[in-house]
C-alpha cells in the first residue's frame, strides 16, 4: 500500500478495507442495508463486478435487466442493481465518477490472446473464478458483469469502443445491499487496452456499516 492509497482509504471504522493490487480480487458477504465503498485510488482504473443473493446464489446480478429497469446502458447515482428476478441488490447511493460501463463484461486469457495476440496467465475471467471457489460457486455463475470506472463509449450507429476512463484518483462509488448479498470483484489487470489507462493501478474496498441517517452524506 502506498502512502497515497492510504489516504485515500481514510473514512469511519469500516467494517473491513482492504486495498486491492492491480490484477488483484476481493469478495465478501454484506448484509441488507451495509454498504460497499470502492475506491479508484489513482484513476483510470477498471473493477470488473459480480454480485450474488446470500440466501440464493442462483438469483444473481442481471446487466440486462439494470440496464432496462433504470433505462440507462450506465450505472451511476440513483441506479439501483437487479437480479435475475428483478429483486433489487444494490443501490448506488454515490458516485463520484459517473461513468459505469455495462456492456464490456470481463477480460479473459482467450480474449486477450485473441484480441492482442498476447499469452497473459492472468484476468479478470481466472479471477472470478477463483473468488467464486470460495462460496463454493464455479465458472458457470460468472455472468455479464459491470465495470465500474470503465468507459466504453457507443454511438447511434451501435459502434462500441473501449476508451480511456475518466475517473480521477480517489474517485469512489458506494453501493448500499438490498439483500444480504455476496460482492465480488477483479481490479482488472489489463494493459493492452485504455480500460485501465495501460497501466493498471490499485482500488481501495471497504464494508461500512449501515447509515444511521439514509439522508446523511455518505
Ligand atoms: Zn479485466
Known amino acids: 500500500?502506498?502512502?497515497?492509497?492510504?489516504a485515500v482509504c481514510r473514512n469511519?471504522?469500516?467494517?473491513?478495507?482492504?486495498?486491492?493490487?492491480?490484477?488483484?480480487r476481493w469478495s465478501g458477504r454484506l448484509e441488507t442495508g451495509q454498504r460497499l465503498r470502492i475506491v479508484d485510488v489513482e484513476g483510470q482504473q477498471a473493477v470488473d463486478f459480480l454480485c450474488y443473493s446470500a440466501e440464493l446464489p442462483l438469483d444473481r446480478l442481471n446487466v440486462p435487466n439494470t440496464v432496462?429497469?433504470?433505462?440507462s446502458l450506465y450505472v451511476t447515482e440513483g441506479c439501483t442493481l437487479y437480479s435475475d428476478r428483478a429483486?433489487?441488490?444494490f443501490s448506488v447511493i454515490k458516485d463520484t465518477c459517473g461513468f459505469h460501463d455495462t456492456l464490456a463484461?470481463?477480460?479473459?486469457i482467450e480474449m486477450d490472446l485473441l484480441r492482442y495476440g498476447v499469452r497473459k496467465k492472468t484476468s479478470c475471467r481466472t479471477?472470478?473464478?477463483?473468488?467464486?471457489?470460495?462460496?463454493?460457486?464455479?465458472?458457470s455463475d460468472i455472468v455479464s458483469n459491470i465495470n465500474f470506472f470503465m468507459r466504453v463509449k457507443f454511438d447511434d450507429a451501435g459502434q462500441v469502443e473501449i476508451a480511456p476512463g475518466v475517473s480521477k484518483a480517489g474517485d469512489y462509488v458506494v453501493l448500499k445491499a438490498e439483500m444480504p448479498v455476496?460482492?465480488?470483484?477483479?481490479?482488472?489487470?489489463?494493459?493492452?487496452?485504455?480500460?485501465a489507462g495501460f497501466q493498471p493501478t490499485s482500488i481501495c474496498v471497504e464494508v461500512l456499516p449501515p447509515l444511521a441517517d439514509e439522508g446523511t452524506a455518505t
Open 105 to 108: 463484461g470481463c477480460c479473459s
Open 182 to 195: 455476496i460482492a465480488m470483484l477483479s481490479n482488472c489487470p489489463q494493459d493492452s487496452n485504455p480500460s
Open 127 to 139: 479471477n472470478f473464478v477463483a473468488e467464486l471457489a470460495k462460496w463454493s460457486m464455479s465458472p
Open 87 to 89: 429483486r433489487k441488490m
Open 68 to 71: 432496462k429497469l433504470n433505462r
Open 12 to 24: 469511519i471504522e469500516p467494517i473491513s478495507r482492504e486495498i486491492v493490487e492491480p490484477g488483484g
Open 1 to 6: 500500500m502506498t502512502l497515497d492509497s492510504q
